[in-house]
């Protein structure tokens, strides 16, 4: 099957079955998969243009409802941090929209700029991992659901799994600024780096924060598409291909949605160890692999 937008020629089930396998791991941990897809399409589909970036995003856009749906079901969703999430990497993501399209064009410099970011995220998942203990909440507690406790708009409350965790929002908006620009550029939405920073940097358990990160990466994810379907007119007349190509990332949405259910339904039953060991491996073997290859 040959897509006319991206020029990439594939069967029509790859990017389904790709976007399944991997999809079902990283929902787990409130990341959408995109992180890994992107590096699928430029290297092995040979998708590298700008528009790989929103086709990466309308993946996101029709993958993760479905991860939010089990998520919010089970009561495992923390909304007030939504919303400070959300000022901020609205913020970001125009930001990195423009240093995308206008700076890192090149497939060779935007490959270097993934395997760093990549392994940044590597760095702090490898060290959680060695730092904390990373056992799985009691199932039959009857206590693996969110409970706010308290909602300012200065910090949140919130109960899970028997303890209570506290968070300051002004540093969560300054992240997720930072976070959006990047994501602009990714084309990850935010999640990819915004649920390690929670985990990581606020202290918070992935089994809770999973459903709002994933959820802040949709909505990121629809500003992000608007924003580049907007400003390709402009750049097409350089020759630039900004323009997402739908029916690719329709193609991975399928395959996340269904994979994002079933992960979302398995994760109250898998250690955050397990997943935090799974996809620092995998983000630090791209990385190397892009790195080395800038030099290269």
Same mark, same amino acid.
């Not at 999973?210 to 350089?238: D, M, Q």
């Given at each position: ?80 941090? +939504? ?7 609205? !913020? &970001?993501? $125009? #930001?990195? %929209?423009?240093?995308?399209?206008? *700076? ?109 990160? +994933? ?7 629809? !500003? &992000?598409? $608007? #924003?580049? %379907?907007?400003?390709?007119?402009? *750049? ?61």
């Amino acid at each position: 099957m040959i897509f006319p937008v991206s020029g990439v020629q594939t069967p029509f089930w790859v990017p389904i079955i790709v976007a399944f396998g991997v999809s079902t791991l990283t929902s787990m941990g409130g990341i959408s998969g995109a992180f890994l897809l992107l590096p699928f399409q430029v290297s092995i589909l040979g998708f590298a243009s700008p528009a790989v970036t929103p086709t990466n995003m309308i993946y996101n856009i029709v993958a993760i409802p479905s991860g939010v749906y089990r998520y919010a079901k089970e009561n495992r969703m923390i909304w007030p941090l +939504l919303w400070g999430l959300m000022a901020g990497t609205s !913020i &970001g993501i $125009l #930001l990195g %929209v423009v240093i995308r399209i206008r *700076y890192l064009p090149d497939p060779r410099n935007f490959k270097a700029f993934v395997g760093l970011v990549l392994a940044y995220m590597a760095y702090r998942l490898i060290k959680d991992i060695l730092k904390k203990d990373n056992s799985k909440p009691s199932v039959d507690s009857g206590k693996f659901v969110v409970g706010i406790k308290e909602f300012r708009p200065q910090r949140i409350s919130f109960e899970f799994s028997g303890r209570l965790y506290t968070i300051t929002l002004m540093p969560v908006f300054i992240l997720s600024v930072i976070v959006g620009a990047i994501s602009g550029i990714y084309g990850i939405g935010g999640g990819a780096l915004i649920a390690p920073a929670l985990v990581v940097m606020f202290g918070l358990p992935v089994h809770a924060i999973a459903g709002v990160t +994933l959820l802040n990466t949709f909505l990121t994810s629809i !500003i &992000g598409v $608007l #924003l580049y %379907v907007f400003l390709a007119p402009f *750049y097409a007349r350089g020759g630039t291909a900004v323009s997402p190509d739908w029916l690719l990332g329709i193609l991975f949405g399928i395959g996340g949605f269904a994979g994002m259910y079933l992960g979302s339904r398995l994760q109250k039953y898998v250690r955050g160890l397990y997943i935090k060991i799974i996809l620092a491996i995998a983000i630090a073997y791209i990385s190397i692999n892009y790195i080395i290859g800038f030099f290269g």
